[in-house]
C-alpha cells in the first residue's frame, strides 16, 4: 500500500469498486505500519486471485494488492454463506436452510465438521438446529462434551485433562459393572444337594433312587446369588483409582460410589460365611474404602474451591440406602481455609470450640482418615507448630490410632526448639495414670533423650535415632530437670524399667557430651572423679529425690547437685540403677549386664558406685559377675574391639575396679579380661602401660587379693612386659 500524504488523519475509509472491496480503519494508536497503512479484503471468487493493477479508492488512498481472506472454521450457526434460523427447541426436523452446510462448518454439539456428525439431520435429534443461544442445546453441548462428568454439575471451563480422564475411566468401568450386576441378579441354578446334604432317613436305606416324598425337596435346584465377582471388580478399580492423579482418582472414587448406591439385594438372598458374597456386608466394606481415600484425597490435594465443594455436594446429594446410612456424612471435610481450623492452626482458638452465630457450639471434629491425612501433610510441609496445636484441639472417635498420633506431640515440639515443651509434655498426666511416656518404646525412649540432651533432632519424621540429625536451635531444658524426667518416665513406663537396653542408655547419655559428634551419634565424655565425700554427700539425697520421683511428686534438686552437676547426675542415675536392681524386677536387667558395663564409657569410677551399691545384696552381686563373664565369653570381638578404641587407660581402670572389689566372683572378671588380651595379644600395642599400671597401683595396694590370686596377677603381669 502507498499514500499520497504521510500526515494524513486515521479515518474509516469508504468503497465504490466493483468488486467490492473492504477497507477497514486503521483505528490502532500505535500501528507499527503508520498511519497511512490500512487493511483491505475483497470478495474475489478465487482466493488466490491478485489485483495487480492500481485502483484509486479516493485522492489519497490507492489499493495496489488484494486477495480474499481464508474462511476459518465456525459453527453452523456463524456462517455467513447460509442463513440460519434459531428456536429454542426443536428436534424434530431440520428447520428452513439450517441443514445447509459450507466446508468449514462444524456441529456444535458434536465439534466435528458438519458433513461428518451422524446425527445432523436424523429426526427427532437434529444437530442442524443446535445454537449457543439455546438453554437447551447448550446443556446438550455440556453433556456431550463432558460425558459422565455433568453428574458432578460442572461447568466446561472446570473440566481439565485429569477430571476427563477419570471420567473416561469411569464411563468404561459403569458399562462392564452393569452387565456383571445384571449376571449378579440373574442368579446362578445349582442343585440344593451341593449346597447341604440332605438328611432325610431314606437316605440310609440299601436301594436305589432319589429318596421319598419328603426329601424330594432338597433334590431340587435353586437359585443362588453371589456378589463376590462384583466386589472384586470393584475392589480393582479402587485400586486402580489410587494409583491415579487426585483429580482423576477422585472422579473415579465418586462414581463408584454412586453405583454402589442404587444397586439393590435380590430377594430372598441365603446368608454366606464369606462377607462378599453379600451384597450388604460387600457395599458397607467397599464404601469404607471409597470414603476414607475421598477423605485423604480432600485434603492432601489442593482442589479449587468450587470443585472442592462440588465433589461435597454430589456425594451428599446420594441417595444411601438403609445398610449405608453411616457413610451420609462422611464426606463432611473442612477445607484449609474453614474459619474453625484456620483459628487452631493460628492458634487463636486452642480448644477446637467456639459459639456460632446462633448460639450452638461448633467442635472441630474430624474422622481419623482426615486427621492422618491432615497431620502428613503438615509433616511434609514442616509446619510443626501448627501441627501441635491442631492435634491438641481436634477430636477424633477412633481413639487408639488416634491417640498414637497424639503422642508424637513432643516429638514435633523438638522439631520446631521447644525442648523444654516437649520434655513437661512427655510427663503431662491427662488422668491419675496416664502420660505419654506410659507409652514410649525403648527406641523413642532413646531418640527423646539424645534430642533433649543434645538439642538436636532427626532429619525426617520418624522419631529414631539412626540417620541423620541436625542440631536445631531453640529452648532447651534447664539443668537438673533432663535428669529428673528419664528417671520419672523409667518409673512410669514399666516396659521402660524392666529393660537392660534402657538403663544402659540412660547411663551412656549421662556419660556422653551434650553436642553431637559429626556422624550425628552420642560422643563419650569424661567426668572426673569427684571427692568420696562428695560422692557420699550426693548419694544421701539421691535417696529421698527418687523416692519423691517415684510418687510423681515434683521434686527440686538440692543445691548440692549444682556444684558438679555432671558428676552428681551421674551419682543420681546410678543410684536409681542400683535401686532397680535391688528390686525384685531387677534380676531381668542381669540378661544384659555387658552393655550396662560398657555404657559407663571412661567413667569407671561411676560402675565402682554401682558394683558398691548391689553388693548389700550378695545373690544379686554374684548374678552380675556371672552374667558379666558369661557374656563377655560370648561377645569378645565386640569387647576387643571397645579396648582398642579406648585405649590402655580406660582397660587398665576397668581391671582395676573388678580386681579391688571385695567378692571373689567379681575379682574373677578381671582375670577373664587378662585372659581374652592374651589370646589376641598382637592387636595390642600397650599392654606394657598396662602391666605397669596393674603393678604399681593394683599390686602394691590391694589387701584384697587372696595369695593364688597375687600369684596369677603377677604371672599375667610378667607375660605382658614379656610380650611387650
Request: net charge neutral; glycine share 4%.
Amino acid at each position: 500500500m502507498r499514500s499520497g500524504s504521510t500526515e494524513m488523519e486515521p479515518r474509516a475509509a469508504s468503497f465504490t469498486s466493483e468488486n467490492s472491496v473492504v477497507v477497514i480503519s486503521d483505528d490502532e494508536a500505535e500501528s507499527t505500519l503508520g498511519n497511512s497503512v490500512i487493511f483491505v479484503e475483497c470478495s474475489e471468487e478465487s482466493a488466490l486471485e491478485e489485483k495487480t493493477p492500481e485502483e484509486v479508492v479516493d485522492d489519497e488512498i490507492a489499493v495496489t494488492f488484494s486477495r480474499k481472506a481464508n474462511v476459518l472454521p465456525h459453527a453452523r450457526y456463524d456462517c455467513t454463506a447460509h442463513p440460519f434460523v434459531r428456536t429454542e427447541y426443536d428436534v424434530s426436523a431440520p428447520l428452513e436452510r439450517n441443514k445447509d452446510v459450507c466446508g468449514q462448518c462444524f456441529c456444535y454439539l458434536c465439534d466435528k465438521l458438519a458433513s461428518l456428525c451422524p446425527y445432523w439431520t436424523t429426526p427427532s435429534i437434529c444437530h442442524c438446529n443446535a445454537h449457543n443461544k439455546s438453554k437447551y442445546w447448550k446443556a446438550a453441548r455440556d453433556t456431550s462434551l463432558a460425558g459422565v462428568l455433568t453428574m458432578f454439575n460442572l461447568d466446561l471451563t472446570e473440566i481439565d485433562a485429569n477430571l476427563r480422564q477419570g471420567g473416561n475411566y469411569l464411563l468404561k468401568f459403569m458399562q462392564t459393572l452393569s452387565v456383571q450386576y445384571n449376571s449378579y441378579l440373574a442368579g446362578e441354578q445349582v442343585a440344593r444337594e451341593d449346597l447341604y446334604p440332605c438328611m432325610c432317613s431314606c437316605h440310609g436305606q440299601n436301594r436305589k433312587g432319589v429318596g421319598c416324598h419328603k426329601c424330594s425337596y432338597h433334590h431340587t435346584e435353586t437359585t443362588t446369588y453371589s456378589y463376590s465377582p462384583l466386589h472384586d471388580m470393584v475392589s480393582e478399580f479402587l485400586t486402580q483409582a489410587e494409583q491415579e492423579n487426585p483429580e482423576t482418582a477422585a472422579v473415579m472414587f465418586l462414581g463408584v460410589a454412586k453405583e454402589l448406591m442404587l444397586q439393590k439385594e435380590p430377594p430372598q438372598v441365603s446368608q454366606s460365611r464369606d462377607p462378599t458374597a453379600m451384597l450388604k456386608t460387600s457395599v458397607v466394606a467397599l464404601m469404607e474404602r471409597i470414603t476414607s481415600d475421598l477423605q485423604t484425597i480432600l485434603v492432601l490435594h489442593n482442589f479449587p474451591n468450587n470443585l472442592f465443594r462440588k465433589f461435597i455436594d454430589f456425594f451428599r446429594s446420594l441417595a444411601f440406602p438403609p445398610h449405608c446410612y453411616s457413610f451420609t456424612n462422611r464426606l463432611n471435610v473442612l477445607p484449609w481455609d474453614d474459619l474453625l481450623l484456620t483459628s487452631v492452626l493460628m492458634g487463636q482458638n486452642v480448644t477446637g470450640e467456639q459459639r456460632t452465630k446462633k448460639g450452638k457450639k461448633e467442635i472441630l471434629f474430624e474422622a481419623l482418615p482426615v486427621v492422618q491425612a491432615r497431620v502428613r501433610r503438615m509433616e511434609e510441609e514442616e509446619k510443626y507448630r501448627q501441627l501441635v496445636r491442631y492435634l491438641k484441639a481436634v477430636r477424633c472417635n477412633n481413639s487408639l490410632p488416634f491417640r498414637e498420633l497424639k503422642d508424637k506431640v513432643p516429638f514435633y515440639m523438638c522439631k520446631y526448639g521447644a525442648f523444654d515443651c516437649a520434655a513437661s509434655c512427655l510427663l503431662s498426666w491427662k488422668s491419675v495414670s496416664c502420660c505419654i511416656a506410659c507409652r514410649i518404646t525403648p527406641v523413642q525412649f532413646a531418640a527423646y533423650l539424645k534430642m533433649l540432651r543434645t538439642g538436636s533432632v532427626p532429619s525426617g519424621n520418624e522419631l529414631q535415632c539412626q540417620g541423620q540429625w541436625i542440631v536445631h536451635q531453640g529452648s532447651l531444658v534447664k539443668n537438673g530437670t533432663l535428669i529428673k524426667i528419664a528417671i520419672q518416665i523409667l518409673y512410669a513406663n514399666k516396659l521402660l524399667y524392666r529393660n537392660p537396653k534402657c538403663w544402659s542408655i540412660l547411663i551412656q547419655t549421662w556419660c556422653s557430651k551434650t553436642i553431637l559428634g559429626e556422624n550425628g551419634e552420642l560422643e563419650t565424655f569424661y567426668c572426673a572423679e569427684p571427692a568420696a565425700v562428695f560422692q557420699k554427700n550426693i548419694l544421701h539425697l539421691s535417696l529421698g529425690v527418687l523416692d519423691k520421683l517415684k510418687q510423681h511428686i515434683h521434686v527440686k534438686l538440692p543445691n548440692q547437685f549444682f556444684h558438679m552437676s555432671c558428676e552428681a547426675e551421674l551419682i543420681l542415675a546410678v543410684q536409681a540403677m542400683v535401686q532397680m536392681l535391688l528390686d525384685h524386677d531387677g534380676q531381668q536387667v542381669l540378661c544384659s549386664v555387658l552393655e550396662i558395663v560398657f555404657a559407663f564409657g571412661s567413667n569407671l569410677w561411676a560402675l565402682k558406685l554401682l558394683l558398691e551399691g548391689i553388693s548389700v545384696n550378695e545373690p544379686l552381686l554374684f548374678a552380675f559377675a556371672t552374667a558379666f563373664n558369661r557374656e563377655l565369653c560370648d561377645q569378645k570381638m565386640w569387647a576387643q574391639r571397645l579396648w582398642i578404641e579406648q585405649g590402655p587407660l580406660y582397660v587398665s581402670q576397668l581391671v582395676s575396679v573388678f580386681i579391688t572389689h571385695q567378692n571373689a566372683v567379681v575379682r574373677s572378671a578381671a582375670f577373664l579380661i587378662l585372659n581374652i588380651i592374651l589370646e589376641n595379644f598382637n592387636q595390642y600395642s600397650w599392654t606394657s602401660y598396662v602391666a605397669n599400671y596393674l603393678r604399681n597401683r593394683v599390686l602394691t595396694v590391694s589387701l584384697k587379693l587372696t595369695p593364688e590370686e597375687q600369684h596369677e596377677l603377677k604371672n599375667k603381669i610378667a607375660v605382658f612386659q614379656k610380650k611387650a
